[in-house]
């Protein structure tokens, strides 16, 4: 085999027979082997966006939930799976219309859940319940009051 010229022997040695795909692609170094207490201990202390989000949802933390949900959205707007996450935290801090928005959007990108559906379907009522109906007076009081004055 001839040597290139600047191309050190023991160079040559270490990339004959190699392809140049496999010469160009990046090194990749192997991290030391931790035991499995280390991992256990590094992996219960550091949590996913959708794990932190669990975590808040359990001890009903939805302010905190909501923003860390809204994080997970902007990391991954096309991914479903923040949108539902936030869609039921905005339910259960009143804001309706957020969660039918979210909720919407998590069945527009693709979710397969059954929760994207209950939750937006939870949205539209609860919108619906809010919403004032022209021609009818829920409150019979303010019907009678109405009618004295009249």
């Not at 027979?17 to 991290?31: C, D, E, F, M």
């Not at 256990?40 to 860390?68: D, G, H, I, N």
Request: glycine share 6%; charged share 20%; hydrophobic share 40%.
């Amino acid at each position: 085999m001839e040597v290139a010229e600047g191309v050190r022997p023991s160079a040559a040695l270490a990339i004959r027979g190699k392809s140049l795909r496999a010469l160009t692609r990046p090194t990749v170094i192997v991290a030391a082997v931790t035991t499995s207490t280390q991992a256990a201990k590094t992996r219960s202390s550091v949590f996913t966006v959708p794990e932190q989000f669990v975590q808040l949802a359990k001890q009903q933390r939805w302010q905190e939930a909501f923003a860390c949900a809204d994080k997970y959205v902007k990391q991954q707007f096309t991914k479903p799976g923040g949108y539902e996450m936030r869609s039921l935290a905005a339910l259960k801090l009143g804001h309706y219309q957020q969660a039918y928005n979210d909720a919407s959007r998590a069945l527009w990108l693709g979710s397969k859940h059954a929760t994207a559906n209950v939750l937006r379907n939870s949205a539209v009522n609860l919108l619906k319940s809010q919403t004032p109906r022209p021609g009818k007076i829920a409150d019979k009081k303010l019907a009678y009051r109405n009618g004295l004055q009249g």
